[in-house]
């Protein structure tokens, strides 16, 4: 059974880091595109990150550039999201999420939800002082 477990949420003040963590069983995320996700209260889901199967050339919301960064660990099955300088308006529930076929999105990916099929069961972020 495939399945996706975030970690490393919590509360941070403003200008604070965290580093999520999305550790996959039943799958190799190494050959999978990978797209962090958030949700806060009241809005949409919407794409923060995302790398490519392929691992060339991450995507980023403009509101995340230059402050988030996706990375993987093979060795360990698990990709990280890397957030510094965090503002209020990070605060969200975070997810990670991977398409069903490993050749979706492999030469380059999306932030858009449809493309993805599984997801975690998410993580909060809190960012306040």
Known sequence: QVQLVESGGGLVQPGGSLRLSCAASGLTLEYYAIGWFRQAPGKEREGVACISGKDDDPDYADS??????????????????????????????????????????????????????????????????
């Open 64 to 129: 995340v550039k230059g402050r988030f960064t996706i990375s993987r660990d093979n060795a360990n099955n698990t990709v990280y999201l890397q957030m510094n300088n965090l503002k209020p308006e990070d605060t969200a529930v975070y997810y990670c999420a991977t398409p069903e076929d490993p050749m979706s999105l492999y030469y380059y990916c999306e932030l858009w939800t449809h493309d993805y099929h599984t997801w975690g069961q998410g993580t909060q972020v809190t960012v306040s002082s």
